[in-house]
């Protein structure tokens, strides 16, 4: 694709995270945005009635099968609802296009199989869009363990709570897991970067208030053959988020708290090395805007700039993880 634009079309409006990711694409000089396909008609009204917003003013398309018919387009950005997302993904893949799929990838983890089976056929590159992969915090917590500047990992522990507006319970109530389900990838990507698929996981999923209507909280152990993670989320938490991220070694720990706005890591080292000193001492990290460097990084890739961020077997085991731990799949 060498230098030229990159041309996408946005299928799905519905994710939680869709104007986001609309508003970094439309910023991006390195993309052409051809247009939106939203199927539902009334959705789209909604959206095209908002005068202030980057919906008022995109190009609205057809329906999906005339976009992925079309060779001139690049890639498809998938941000339909988790009720629709997989099966969106199913059919950019199918008619050969490039994936950037937001997370999670469906609920159904076989056809997930066959997704990535087909896209590895087919030399089709899959991203998802699990929004810490370029947090600086992250980054620099995933680049000690890798390095051994931590030590032998031996334990994780990812606390991503949030509140879930009302509006989003009927929803959430569909999927087994609720909240959980949904929120969950974000943080087993990491884990999974750092430690690889888990030997075992052990899922409590409960409805603490029953009115709910659905998981409203969880907690999953993943097992390793020399490690442990646990991941706890709930939806009941009064805002800002207390979300965490602890990291402990062999020869140190690194706690990240909180996630975002990022401002700090606290580093603790047995022994001086790799610039670091001694001890406890608390590094600045960088506040980065979710996705930007995410989509600078799928426009590389597709254009043999760099090699993907994931490779599509980390992609799989994600999603694996995710149904594990919800207790979907055993």
Not at 111 to 125: D, G, K, N, S, T
Not at 239 to 246: D, V
Not at 254 to 265: G, I, L
């Amino acid at each position: 694709m060498s230098s030229r634009k990159i041309r996408v079309v946005q299928w799905g409006t519905k994710h939680a995270h869709a104007r986001g990711w609309l508003e970094v694409i439309l910023a991006n000089s390195d993309v052409e945005l051809v247009g939106i396909v939203e199927e539902d008609s009334e959705r789209r009204q909604e959206l095209e009635a908002q005068g202030d917003s980057p919906w008022a003013n995109a190009s609205w398309l057809g329906s999906a099968d005339a976009v992925l018919g079309d060779d001139q387009i690049d890639a498809v950005v998938v941000e339909g609802d988790n009720t629709e997302n997989l099966a969106q993904a199913e059919a950019v893949i199918a008619a050969g296009h490039h994936l950037l799929l937001d997370n999670p990838a469906g609920h159904d983890y076989p056809r997930w199989e066959q997704v990535i089976e087909a896209a590895a056929q087919q030399q089709r590159y899959v991203q998802l869009g699990y929004m810490f992969r370029h947090h600086d915090g992250y980054e620099r917590i995933a680049g000690w363990a890798h390095d051994g500047i931590l030590g032998d990992i031996f334990a994780i522990h990812a606390h991503m709570p949030t509140y879930a507006d009302p509006a989003s319970h009927k929803q959430m109530a569909e999927f087994t897991g609720g909240v959980f389900y949904d929120l969950c990838g974000h943080v087993l990507d990491q884990i999974v970067w750092v430690l690889g698929r888990p030997s075992n996981v052990t899922p409590f999923m409960q409805r603490v208030v029953p009115a709910s209507g659905f998981v409203d909280s969880g907690v999953a152990v993943l097992d390793y053959p020399s490690a442990m993670a646990v991941v706890t989320i709930s939806g009941l938490v009064v805002p800002p988020r207390p979300r965490r991220y602890e990291v402990y070694g062999t020869r140190g720990w690194a706690v990240m708290e909180p996630m975002e706005p990022a401002q700090t890591v606290r580093l603790c080292l047995d022994e001086e090395r790799d610039g670091f000193i001694a001890g406890e001492q608390v590094i600045p990290i960088e506040a980065r805007p979710r996705y930007v460097a995410s989509l600078e990084a799928f426009v590389r890739t597709l254009r043999g700039e760099q090699e993907p961020d994931r490779s599509l077997e980390h992609e799989r085991i994600v999603q694996e993880t995710i149904m594990r731990a919800t207790g979907a799949i055993a």
